[in-house]
């Protein structure tokens, strides 16, 4: 049931009632998901049983992407790392969300400029992916009729992820020995500055020179979201501090978008 401490967890804007704007103000999308997805955190957190916290698993997935959305990888890895951590938890080793949550940290890696630790989360998910495949390849030799049908096509699907991963390692492994290279002609070897040397490679591995966001979706040009992200920031900021005095929390998120995909069964 809703309470009367609802509007001080989500953090409601002057204008709003309950969470819910009114209809002279009209509140960011961005804004308004993340509201709507840290109620279902609150909820997911203090529920007992399996079901809730792959649901909680769902919830912190969905948080990533819209701080992803936001600029903030930081906080996206963080969300990531814990979505990752309760479906190790509760999910087979040959799970197809594991694959996801891999393959979204190696998204988030890229955009936070950070090409080598992108390149070991994409071959997590491929390594996953490859061991589903396999899987469905023997089931398929000891099944029949629609069954059988099923994993064949789900065979051709994964078949089709696989060289698109491959892709993205070789692109970020391209980034990698790219930032190197620029390093070397930057600090000609020689046994002056060898140190130097290996120090900035070490520095380009966690923060390489290029660009490679048009690896993934495109932000939303929207200028309302735009405006949305400091206020998204100062709300999360607080909620974080309050969220141990607040009692009771009812809702329900979900997120707009989800890497469906790699996580189909």
Known sequence: PMTSDVPDLVACPSGSVGG?????????????????????????????????????????????????????????????????????????????QLAEVHFTLGLAYSLWKKPSLAAEEY??????????????????????GEERSDFENEIVELEGLLPDLEAKITDAEEEVKNGEQTVEQAFPLDTTNT??????????????????SHLVRKRKADRAEDQ????????????????????????????????????EC
């Open 20 to 96: 819910v704007a009114t209809e002279e103000e009209d509140i960011p999308d961005l804004q308004l998901a993340w509201q709507v997805l840290e109620l279902a955190r609150v909820i997911c957190t203090r529920e007992e049983g399996e079901e809730y916290k792959l649901k909680l698993s769902d919830v912190h997935l969905a948080l990533a992407e819209v701080a992803m959305e936001s600029d903030q990888y930081e906080e996206a890895v963080e969300d990531l790392k814990t979505c990752l951590a309760i479906r190790e938890a509760y999910a087979g080793l040959n799970n197809r």
């Open 123 to 144: 071959k997590m998910a491929k390594s996953i992916l490859a061991s589903k495949l396999e899987k469905l390849k023997q089931l398929v030799l000891t099944t029949e």
């Open 195 to 212: 140190a130097v040397l290996s120090e900035a490679k070490l520095a380009l591995k966690a923060s390489p020179v290029s660009d490679i």
């Open 228 to 263: 949305a992200q400091p206020e998204c920031k100062h709300i999360r900021q607080e909620h974080k501090d309050g969220d141990k005095e607040n009692e009771e929390v009812g809702s329900n998120g979900k997120s707009e978008e989800s890497l469906a995909t790699i996580t």
